[in-house]
């Protein structure tokens, strides 16, 4: 009987250790700040593209010692 009451005790414990959610919110926010971020790189990629297709070829000519 022991026993029993002491899995039972420890199967609780293990449940209610599980189903605790207190660290999921800050997760949450970090996986939206994740995406959030990624996306603001992807646009100034996509807005700025020209200008960095200049920069990396004037680099890359000063790097051949043509500038």
């Given at each position: 009987m022991l026993?029993?009451?002491m899995l039972t005790?420890?199967?609780w414990q293990a449940r209610n250790r599980f189903?605790?959610?207190r660290g999921q919110?800050?997760?949450?926010y970090g996986i939206i700040l994740a995406v959030v971020?990624?996306?603001?790189?992807?646009l100034a990629?996509?807005?700025f593209r020209e200008a960095i297709v200049v920069a990396f070829n004037s680099a890359t000519d000063c790097l051949d010692g043509s500038c």
């Open positions: 026993l029993y009451i005790q420890a199967l189903s605790d959610e919110t800050l997760a949450e971020a990624v996306a603001v790189v992807v990629v996509v807005a």
